[in-house]
């Protein structure tokens, strides 16, 4: 019970002491809006989104991932079973590639 009355009085005294220290900064109406960075809040909050950088990060994270999960599989298992997972698994990802390129998925124009 004793601890229990020093925690409540060590942290009343704490926040009783952060009032009394602390400078009051709020004392125009500017500094209290969301936007005192600078912003316009009246203007549309969302900036167009390039496509193309998010196909190239699509296709980028899918192949890092692909790729991550591919290299360890022969260094582990030395056989060919493993050897022709890891080549049927990349020229699945090949074979997507040409067909996303054929398809003119990858134009930047």
């Given amino acids: 019970m004793i601890i ?6 060590l942290s009343s005294i ?3 002491m952060t009032m ?3 400078k009051n900064i709020y004392k125009f109406q500017e500094t209290l809006s969301p936007y005192e960075c600078g912003f316009d809040p009246f ?3 969302r ?3 390039s496509l193309r950088f998010f196909l190239i990060s699509v ?3 899918i192949f890092d991932v692909e790729i991550a999960l591919i290299l360890p599989i022969p260094m582990s298992m030395n056989s060919p079973l493993s050897l022709t997972f ?3 698994f990349l020229m699945i990802l090949l074979l ?4 996303e390129w054929k398809n003119g998925i990858l134009s930047w124009l």
């Fill in 59 to 61: 296709i980028f994270l």
């Fill in 14 to 16: 704490m926040i009783i």
């Fill in 4 to 9: 229990f009355i020093m925690i409540i009085m």
């Fill in 86 to 88: 890891m080549f049927s």
């Fill in 43 to 45: 203007s549309t909050p």
């Fill in 20 to 22: 009394m220290i602390s």
């Fill in 96 to 99: 997507g590639l040409f067909y």
């Fill in 47 to 49: 900036i167009p989104f």
